[in-house]
């Protein structure tokens, strides 16, 4: 049983780890506001992760797969508001001279986490792999993906904060948070038309 954890685990890792709407955030307030500021954020994104994983193991799955038109407005609704907040990324223009909380926390976190078709995808993948199906095992694969999805966020928190001095000079700020907003939309677009495939 612990082989088959380690294998999702290692999954479920690498899933998390790559660049996505949740860790683009990240390292956007890791930029702005530091690592300190943006954890209310990445406590949003670790609940958001234990919870896709619950709901997926409750029987989502097959809930979606009974109700295209039920997944059909998901998708909808968390392409647009992935899109929303890259408006609001790249809006942002004036850094934080020492690390604060910035405006978007938990509930934005939890939010971006469960409107993300890549964190489904990661939790349905999951699901689909175990040869088990025990509370127990559910409970520690859920364990898996939520610190997965702490972990990496606060690296790229992190790799965020250390171009804080970098972006403080001159448009720098301005260029960065565009371009991460822009590569949001991307991911945000990507992650739709994946879905619909």
């Known amino acids: 049983m612990l082989a088959d954890w380690l294998a999702v685990f290692a999954f479920l890792a690498a899933g998390t780890i790559t660049p996505g709407a949740n860790t683009a955030v990240s390292t956007v307030l890791g930029v702005n506001y530091g690592v300190r500021g943006a954890l209310p954020f990445i406590v949003g994104v670790t609940l958001g992760f234990a919870a896709a994983y619950a709901v997926t193991a409750a029987g989502l799955a097959a809930v979606l797969n009974a109700q295209p038109a039920l997944r059909m407005a998901l ?72 610190f997965n999805g702490l972990i990496t966020n606060l690296v790229w928190a992190w790799i965020g904060a250390q171009l804080r001095e970098w972006l403080a000079t001159g448009e ?26």
Do not use: D
């Open 75 to 146: 998708l909808a609704a968390g392409t647009a508001y992935m899109i929303w907040l890259a408006w609001k990324i790249a809006n942002t223009r004036v850094l934080v001279q020492k690390e604060a909380h910035a405006n978007i926390g938990v509930g934005t976190g939890l939010l971006n986490c469960l409107l993300n078709a890549k964190i489904w995808m990661l939790a349905l993948t999951a699901l689909a792999q175990t040869p088990h199906t025990s509370l127990a095992w559910h409970g520690a694969v859920l364990a898996g993906f939520a």
């Open 172 to 197: 720098r700020l301005v260029i960065f948070n565009r371009a991460m907003a822009l590569s949001l939309i991307a991911v945000a677009l990507w992650l739709a038309w994946k879905s619909l495939g």
